[in-house]
């Protein structure tokens, strides 16, 4: 058996210094008291056993037992009891004592067995603890390292869906960089759905999605012949046919990005009308959500305001005067209202 740190509380010096030779004997090292408040000062956690007396003056051993109990260091405790004090062995363990040992010592056979039982359960405790700690210890560090590694993840998956949406918008961009008159077209409807978004309080998520939107409303234009775009007149109607696939096209082609499922429905119905009259689906109404006809808005005030090549631009005035007229029928009401208001007040700050 291992050496052990045992502490030893009796007031009876014969019993007392006959325990400590005996313990010694069997290789330990014992710390001697005289009594229950002597032994309380000399206790910390690293002893193994404690060994009391019962009846002692001052803190007799069921008290010491309390407060020894008050200190939660899990260490046994064996009592010494006299003869014809079995009723105290009973109580002692009741008050949680590991067991008891009569006094006179008389069979060291049986005392060594029981001193070594308790420094094994002593030892068991120990090593329990131990594992407890170095359990939620490692549970922290892997914690740490898992979270970690999902911030490093999702700031990869960031960079990745910045990287694919700045690709997409360099794409879109020299698209319309090959034509004057639709140079900037994607900056500018961004500005004004964003304008709008905030003026009807959208949260940080919508906003989020929306300029997402509208920076790749047109990629699907990246497949239709651009001289179509840049013709000088009217499109044929077998041009207006492929012009018109250009949102289910646009829709097609940020399907494969896992980040962006939100906006494909905002791509593909961006030409949609209140009135159910417009592309591809011809869907209208409450079958359109809030942010697709904010960028309808946005796309057909931009496209009025713009200068192309078959046709003059609008002024503010003419442009507002034609958003109100086609309320109801291609636009949303209430994206209109809050988007005339926007126009206005930046009209009147420009104009002051």
């Given at each position: 058996?291992?050496?052990?740190?045992?502490?030893?509380?009796?007031?009876?010096?014969?019993?007392?210094?006959?325990?400590?030779?005996?313990?010694?004997?069997?290789?330990?090292?014992?710390?001697?008291?005289?009594?229950?408040?002597?032994?309380?000062?000399?206790?910390?956690?690293?002893?193994?056993?404690?060994?009391?007396?019962i009846?002692?003056?001052?803190?007799?051993?069921?008290?010491?037992?309390k407060l020894i109990n008050d200190r939660n260091y899990g260490i046994p405790v064996i009592f010494l009891t006299g003869a014809g004090s079995m009723e105290y062995a009973v109580k002692a363990i009741n008050l949680g004592a590991y067991d008891f040992i009569p006094k006179p010592i008389e069979d060291l056979d049986i005392f060594n067995i029981k001193v070594k039982r308790a420094i094994e359960k002593r030892m068991y405790v120990v090593q329990e603890k131990a594992y407890k700690e170095n359990l939620e210890t490692e549970v922290r560090n892997k914690t740490r390292e898992l979270a970690e590694k999902n911030r490093q993840l999702e700031e990869?998956?960031?960079?990745?869906?910045?990287?694919?949406?700045?690709?997409?918008?360099?794409?879109?961009?020299?698209?319309?960089?090959?034509?004057?008159?639709?140079?900037?077209?994607?900056?500018?409807?961004?500005?004004?759905?964003?304008?709008?978004g905030r003026a009807l309080h959208l949260g940080a998520e919508d906003l989020t999605v929306l300029?997402?939107?509208?920076?790749?409303?047109?990629?699907?234009?990246?497949?239709?012949?651009?001289?179509?775009?840049?013709?000088?007149?009217?499109?044929?109607d077998e041009e207006w046919i492929l012009m018109k696939k250009h949102p289910e096209i646009g829709a097609n082609i940020i399907t494969p990005l896992?980040?962006?499922?939100?906006?494909?429905?905002?791509?593909?119905?961006?030409?949609?009308?209140?009135?159910?009259?417009?592309?591809?689906?011809?869907?209208?109404?409450d079958e359109l959500n809030l942010?697709?006809?904010?960028?309808?808005?946005?796309?057909?005030?931009?496209?009025?305001?713009?200068?192309?090549?078959?046709?003059?631009?609008?002024?503010?005035?003419?442009?507002?005067?034609?958003?109100?007229?086609?309320?109801?029928?291609?636009f949303d009401p209430e994206v209109v209202r809050v988007f005339v208001e926007v126009l206005e007040s930046q009209a009147k700050i420009g104009a002051s």
């Open positions: 058996m291992a050496q052990a740190k045992i502490l030893i509380a009796d007031d009876d010096t014969l019993v007392r210094e006959a325990v400590y030779k005996i313990l010694s004997m069997f290789g330990h090292t014992v710390v001697p008291c005289a009594s229950g408040e002597e032994a309380l000062a000399a206790l910390n956690a690293d002893f193994d056993l404690i060994i009391l007396d009846n002692m003056p001052g803190l007799d051993g069921f008290e010491t037992l990869y998956n960031e960079n990745l869906e910045v990287s694919a949406l700045n690709t997409m918008l360099t794409l879109q961009t020299a698209l319309e960089e090959k034509d004057m008159y639709t140079a900037g077209h994607t900056t500018r409807v961004t500005f004004l759905a964003m304008n709008i300029e997402r939107a509208c920076k790749v409303h047109d990629i699907g234009k990246l497949v239709v012949d651009v001289s179509y775009i840049r013709k000088p007149g009217p499109l044929t896992a980040f962006m499922q939100q906006e494909i429905f905002i791509v593909r119905h961006h030409h949609e009308r209140m009135d159910g009259r417009g592309y591809p689906d011809g869907l209208g109404g942010l697709t006809k904010i960028i309808t808005v946005a796309d057909s005030y931009d496209a009025m305001t713009s200068k192309r090549s078959y046709r003059q631009n609008m002024e503010l005035k003419d442009a507002i005067a034609e958003l109100h007229r086609c309320t109801g029928s291609q």
